[in-house]
């Protein structure tokens, strides 16, 4: 049988493995990426699109987002896809909501994000979407960015293959990987490195590592409308209080404590499915929104009309959308490190693993990928 050669060896062709494929290339490497199915059906295109660094943790996390960002708009602009700047919205419909949203706005600055407080007659002066009744205000961020994931996971393999020179071995397994020997479907390679972006699958290289990583699954409910009707515009990308208890940003506040109380307390059904709710718009016009959280190794394979009940009451409290009929449902299922933002193992030399970033990887990956590449030099 002949044997295949790269330079770098990347399984998985979801937003990882795409980002690090990209961060390789630059660098002058011939890289093939191998992807199990025949396009790529993880998370990565299950998900908002939204690139979110007013989400991220205070201090390196923050920083590595909006690194990222910064290569995500390169990339997009390079490979000529579309994209949304938007902007991003925290509304706020409680004096706790309030509180939260406006310590965060005098807080945050000093830590390098760029958002600001907005009165409720700004907030609506912004978005047509926004609900006027009970507004107190909300927080307004500039750097958020919406893709299509549909878009991205079809198209940036395209760019990379066309402009970069990348090769995709697509419904093509990687059965193991031992340095130079990448053995993948019925195909054998020899690479100088191989960078293992495999999602939430822990089972099939490296097993007893990613075991004793201590991930976890998360389970995740989605719903997207059809293309709101007129080319009706949503502007920036929603979310609400419930988000606060939410994104680990908003950790550095002393006044979340009692809102995540009163939510417990009140709406202890969201607690339960760990539900947050936001919403985001594609170029076409559709709206996309989610979602829960359901944490563990073995994950319910069949969806709950509960939990979309849930998100759809919650997203009326705040949403003035034309139609909120739905076209579609699904789930979406991401690994996550209890404490860390992702998890960058070295099981042998020249081999990385890069997974676990939870509900940041698209926001993260551009910036991850760039720091594994630059260390992987090193
Ligand atoms: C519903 C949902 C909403 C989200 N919203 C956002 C958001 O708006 N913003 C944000 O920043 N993040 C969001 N996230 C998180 C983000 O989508 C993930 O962190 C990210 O997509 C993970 O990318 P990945 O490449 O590691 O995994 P995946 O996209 O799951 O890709 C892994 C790929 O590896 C392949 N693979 C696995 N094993 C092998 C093998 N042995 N051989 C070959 N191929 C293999 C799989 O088939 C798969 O295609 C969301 C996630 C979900 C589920």
């Given at each position: 049988?002949?044997?295949?050669?790269?330079?770098?060896?990347?399984?998985?062709?979801?937003?990882?493995?795409?980002?690090?494929?990209?961060?390789?290339?630059r660098r002058g490497r011939s890289v093939v990426v191998f992807e199990r199915n025949a396009k790529a059906e993880g998370a990565s295109i299950r998900n908002f699109g939204m690139i979110w660094p007013i989400g991220q943790a205070a201090g390196a996390t923050h920083?590595?987002?909006?690194?990222?960002?910064?290569?995500?708009?390169?990339?997009?602009?390079?490979?000529?896809?579309?994209?949304?700047?938007?902007?991003?919205?925290?509304?706020?419909?409680?004096?706790?909501?309030?509180?939260?949203?406006?310590?965060?706005?005098?807080?945050?600055?000093?830590?390098?994000?760029?958002?600001?407080?907005?009165?409720?007659?700004?907030?609506?002066?912004?978005?047509?979407?926004?609900?006027?009744?009970?507004?107190?205000?909300?927080?307004?961020?500039?750097?958020?960015?919406?893709?299509?994931?549909?878009?991205?996971?079809?198209?940036?393999?395209?760019?990379?293959?066309?402009?970069?020179?990348?090769?995709?071995?697509?419904?093509?397994?990687?059965?193991?990987?031992?340095?130079?020997?990448?053995?993948?479907?019925?195909?054998?390679?020899?690479?100088?490195?191989?960078?293992?972006?495999?999602?939430?699958?822990?089972?099939?290289?490296?097993?007893?590592?990613?075991?004793?990583?201590?991930?976890?699954?998360?389970?995740?409910?989605?719903?997207?409308?059809?293309?709101?009707?007129?080319?009706?515009?949503?502007?920036?990308?929603?979310?609400?209080?419930?988000?606060?208890?939410?994104?680990?940003?908003?950790?550095?506040?002393?006044?979340?404590?009692?809102?995540?109380?009163?939510?417990?307390?009140?709406?202890?059904?969201?607690?339960?499915?760990?539900?947050?709710?936001?919403?985001?718009?594609?170029?076409?016009?559709?709206?996309?929104?989610?979602?829960?959280?359901?944490?563990?190794?073995?994950?319910?394979?069949?969806?709950?009309?509960?939990?979309?009940?849930?998100?759809?009451?919650?997203?009326?409290?705040?949403?003035?959308?034309?139609?909120?009929?739905?076209?579609?449902?699904?789930?979406?299922?991401?690994?996550?490190?209890?404490?860390?933002?992702?998890?960058?193992?070295?099981?042998?030399?020249?081999?990385?693993?890069?997974?676990?970033?939870?509900?940041?990887?698209?926001?993260?990956?551009?910036?991850?990928?760039?720091?594994?590449?630059?260390?992987?030099?090193?």
């Amino acid at each position: 049988m002949p044997v295949n050669r790269a330079d770098v060896a990347i399984v998985g062709a979801g937003i990882l493995g795409l980002a690090h494929a990209y961060a390789s290339a630059r660098r002058g490497r011939s890289v093939v990426v191998f992807e199990r199915n025949a396009k790529a059906e993880g998370a990565s295109i299950r998900n908002f699109g939204m690139i979110w660094p007013i989400g991220q943790a205070a201090g390196a996390t923050h920083a590595l987002a909006l690194r990222s960002r910064e290569i995500w708009l390169d990339v997009l602009r390079c490979a000529r896809l579309p994209y949304l700047a938007t902007g991003s919205l925290h509304v706020t419909y409680r004096d706790d909501e309030a509180a939260v949203a406006r310590e965060f706005s005098e807080l945050a600055p000093a830590r390098g994000y760029d958002c600001q407080w907005l009165s409720a007659e700004a907030v609506l002066s912004r978005s047509q979407a926004v609900r006027a009744e009970g507004l107190r205000g909300g927080l307004w961020s500039s750097l958020e960015l919406t893709v299509d994931p549909r878009s991205i996971v079809a198209n940036l393999p395209r760019f990379l293959s066309e402009q970069m020179g990348v090769q995709f071995r697509y419904g093509c397994p990687v059965r193991s990987v031992a340095l130079p020997r990448v053995e993948a479907g019925d195909e054998q390679w020899e690479a100088g490195q191989a960078i293992v972006c495999s999602g939430h699958d822990f089972e099939t290289l490296f097993p007893s590592l990613l075991r004793e990583a201590g991930l976890t699954r998360c389970k995740l409910q989605m719903m997207r409308t059809p293309s709101q009707a007129n080319g009706w515009r949503l502007g920036p990308s929603l979310a609400a209080g419930l988000t606060l208890r939410f994104y680990p940003a908003f950790a550095i506040c002393s006044t979340l404590p009692a809102l995540k109380q009163r939510i417990a307390e009140e709406t202890p059904e969201y607690d339960r499915w760990g539900i947050h709710v936001l919403v985001s718009q594609t170029e076409q016009g559709e709206l996309t929104l989610g979602d829960s959280h359901e944490y563990g190794e073995t994950l319910e394979i069949f969806d709950k009309a509960e939990i979309d009940r849930l998100i759809l009451d919650y997203l009326a409290t705040f949403l003035k959308a034309p139609s909120l009929d739905l076209a579609q449902h699904w789930h979406g299922i991401y690994a996550k490190h209890p404490t860390r933002p992702f998890v960058s193992l070295s099981p042998e030399p020249g081999v990385r693993i890069v997974t676990a970033t939870g509900g940041s990887g698209m926001t993260l990956s551009f910036g991850i990928a760039e720091q594994t590449v630059s260390q992987m030099e090193m």
